[in-house]
């Protein structure tokens, strides 16, 4: 029951997380201007001369394979296109002015346009290379050499509306947006240490299991932002826009490393509490006299988390609070070391590593007020 509740909140979480980015203002903005592009396109096809009128529809086409997020993967993207359409109408030529069109040259063209394709040569243009053989051969027929003129005539077109188009509304830098994923991700750590904190000071064993559930999605959020700041540092190659962003991205960068190792130690903590908690078989005995400055450590410095790289007086004071706890912690792990003479396991690891995320969590060594 507990996993099906998982899955239907991972579902709906994935859900909310499609339509947000689907809505969000620079797709809205390529949706403008891929609808603008494919217009303008198709009001200048048929006034293109000789033959190529007689093919006005692969010029919206050529507009919405040029429409990318970003100016360099629109360039890119529509230079490979080109080249995988001349190189399949290529293919098709040598069969019209050999053999011809039959049963057998047209799977062959295909296969060869297939094999082609894999060498990786063409990028997202790949696709078109078999297509356009085929589409010459069979479509084109008789008029092989007109249809081949007018396929890679409007689509060419089309191609360079959309790159116009896409130069002149320059995209917005996705800095900002990628700069903005990077805090959100720093407050999840933070409200998941929470968890982990509010948990252990439950009654024992504590029924509040979310915290378990969402560790596992830690790193799947720091793999997407990774994405997400390649994305960005793309959108800013040939933009205008993109004046006085490169600094801002190399912090980002910078802080998601940092976030990336915090986000392994928390996901180790978590681990190890959640071993204990369930009495699974790594686990190792908390003694009940960890779970208050545990919890305490714990809440201390994912408040120091959330807070990032800052150098107010309540920074400070917020960083020399949460070293305060971590020494309360060590102290009573080590008290009861002797006591007991046995290892204090959660314990020690806890310690270990919410030290170690503080440091991460700042540029200056932690002390004490």
């Not at 909140?9 to 609808?35: C, I």
């Amino acid at each position: 029951m507990t996993q099906t509740r998982t899955r239907l909140r991972v579902r709906r979480a994935g859900a909310r997380r499609a339509v947000h980015d689907a809505v969000r203002p620079a797709r809205l903005l390529l949706v403008a201007k891929t609808t603008l592009a494919v217009g303008l396109a198709w009001m200048i096809a048929p006034h293109m001369p000789g033959v190529t009128d007689q093919y006005p529809y692969y010029a919206p086409l050529g507009a919405l394979l040029s429409m990318y997020p970003t100016l360099m993967g629109s360039a890119k993207s529509s230079l490979q296109t080109l080249l995988g359409l001349a190189t399949g109408i290529g293919l098709a030529t040598i069969v019209v002015l050999t053999v011809g069109p039959t049963w057998w040259t047209i799977p062959l063209v295909v296969g060869v346009g297939v094999l082609l394709s894999g060498t990786g040569w063409f990028g997202v243009g790949r696709e078109y290379v078999p297509m356009a053989a085929l589409f010459v051969l069979i479509i084109g027929g008789q008029n092989a050499d007109d249809y081949s003129l007018g396929y890679l005539t409007q689509t060419a077109v089309g191609v360079v509306v959309g790159l116009v188009v896409n130069l002149v509304i320059a995209p917005a830098p996705l800095t900002v947006a990628a700069a903005g994923r990077v805090a959100a991700f720093r407050e999840q750590l933070a409200a998941h240490l929470h968890d982990i904190g509010s948990a252990v000071s439950e009654a024992w064993p504590p029924e509040h299991e979310q915290w378990a559930d969402d560790a596992a999605s830690l790193a799947d959020t720091s793999s997407a932002l990774r994405a997400a700041l390649t994305e960005a540092d793309e959108s800013r190659r040939g933009n205008p826009r993109a004046r006085g962003h490169r600094t801002r991205i190399r912090q980002s960068h910078d802080e998601l490393a940092a976030l990336d190792r915090i986000a392994h130690l928390i996901r180790d903590i978590s681990d190890e509490i959640a071993d204990t908690i369930w009495d699974r078989p790594s686990a190792l005995a908390l003694d009940p006299a960890l779970p208050a400055p545990l919890s305490a450590a714990c809440h201390a410095v994912a408040d120091v988390i959330a807070r990032g790289d800052a150098s107010s007086s309540e920074d400070h004071r917020a960083r020399g609070e949460a070293a305060r706890a971590i020494r309360l912690l060590l102290e009573t792990v080590d008290d009861r070391t002797i006591d007991v003479r046995r290892s204090m396991g959660p314990g020690v690891l806890t310690a270990m590593h919410l030290r170690r995320i503080l440091i991460l969590s700042g540029s200056r060594p932690p002390t004490e007020d």
